[in-house]
């Protein structure tokens, strides 16, 4: 036995050896087919035919290693559309396997810098990673040609460096940047449809966020699926006319109790600008209770939270965010993360959930 434990012991010696020695060589060999899979694969051509929801982005303003900024990508059929662009969402998508090349269009639901700060680089790889001849189309309410102008602006010197360095047939210079698409829509005015086809409909609806106006949701109805994106807003009655029977509701949630915890944390610290903005954003969100409410009473299949505030870096504080949530909705409820992924086929009534990301943030 000991003579078999010691040539065991050998081997196992020189077969870390070995790949030691060789793990450059093993390395390589794995970024290969990493890029192999990662490069030449069409993760979209392999979904059923449906309408698709993915969180890009399911966080805030506020740093959280789990969540990037505001996203949720929506694939209906095989076209792949964003609504928001927050700060990293757009490698984000690139990790879920879904590439901003692919993107038809983008919707903004409102203005605030965190659900926009990312749409300059989703432009640039859009046009970059397809070869597009058109901008990028992007939806939004009344202010959005400001926003898309800004932008163009501020990536108008990069522009040229590369169509000089990759050639037009590369980076066409007819498709850089983005084409503004604004509708007009009012507090308390009607909704607003912004995509009518046989088979697809995008329905825009105002939210309360005030003071920031415009602010609006979108409805996305495809072969008889739906899903209703909240954007920012407080309990809203309108939101939840416009959820009725819907399969899925993407609603923001914030956690009043964990965001007390944080604004007592900055007072006791002399934090004064820190602890006036954790109060100030409690009266323009939804907390997880109240979300639940509105999607039971709404007769929503499936209640997806996103927008988390505040970050939550323990699983176990997923409990103390929703407090009683679950109670209130009989439905599926899930705390959003960046690469949840919900496929709803055409034609059914499943709802299957996944996690896109590889890397396992």
């Known amino acids: 036995m000991r003579r078999i434990l010691l040539v065991l012991l050998v081997l196992a010696v020189a077969i870390g050896g070995a790949g030691w020695l060789l793990r450059d060589q093993i390395g390589l060999a794995l970024f290969r087919q990493m890029m192999a899979r990662a490069i030449g694969s069409d993760a979209m051509a392999s979904l059923p035919d449906g309408l698709h929801v993915g969180l890009c982005g399911a966080g805030s303003p506020m740093p959280d290693p789990r969540r990037s900024g505001p996203c949720t990508a929506v694939i209906a059929g095989k076209r792949l559309f964003v609504v928001d662009s927050g700060e990293g969402s757009t490698k984000t998508l690139s990790l879920m396997g879904l590439p901003p090349g692919r993107v038809d269009g983008v919707f903004i639901t409102h203005f605030h810098s965190d659900h926009i700060a990312d749409l300059g680089e989703l432009m640039l790889q859009r046009w970059a990673g397809g070869a597009h001849t058109d901008p990028l189309p992007i939806y939004g309410p009344q202010g959005v040609e400001q926003v ?208 896109r990301l590889q890397y396992g943030r």
């Open 148 to 355: 898309v102008a800004g932008f163009q602006g501020a990536y108008l010197a990069d522009r040229g460096y590369r169509i000089a360095h990759h050639g037009p047939k590369v980076v066409p210079p007819s498709g850089f940047g983005g084409q503004a698409r604004p509708f007009q829509i009012a507090p308390g005015g009607p909704n607003m449809t912004v995509i009518d086809e046989p088979d697809l409909k995008v329905v825009a609806f105002p939210v309360p966020h005030g003071p920031v106006e415009p602010a609006v949701g979108y409805r996305f109805t495809y072969k008889g699926r739906s899903v209703v994106i909240s954007g920012d807003t407080a309990p809203s009655a309108r939101l939840e006319a416009v959820a009725r029977n819907a399969d899925v509701l993407v609603h923001e949630a914030l956690s009043t109790r964990l965001v007390n915890i944080q604004n007592e944390a900055a007072r006791r610290a002399g934090r004064a600008n820190v602890a006036a903005i954790t109060h100030d954003i409690l009266d323009y969100h939804t907390s997880p209770q109240a979300a639940a409410a509105i999607a039971q009473r709404a007769h929503v299949r499936y209640l997806l939270l996103s927008h988390i505030i505040p970050p939550l870096p323990f699983d176990i504080l997923e409990g103390p965010f929703l407090g009683d949530a679950r109670k209130r909705f009989s439905g599926p409820l899930r705390v959003g993360r960046d690469g949840d992924f919900l496929s709803l086929p055409a034609g059914g009534t499943a709802i299957e959930h996944s996690n």
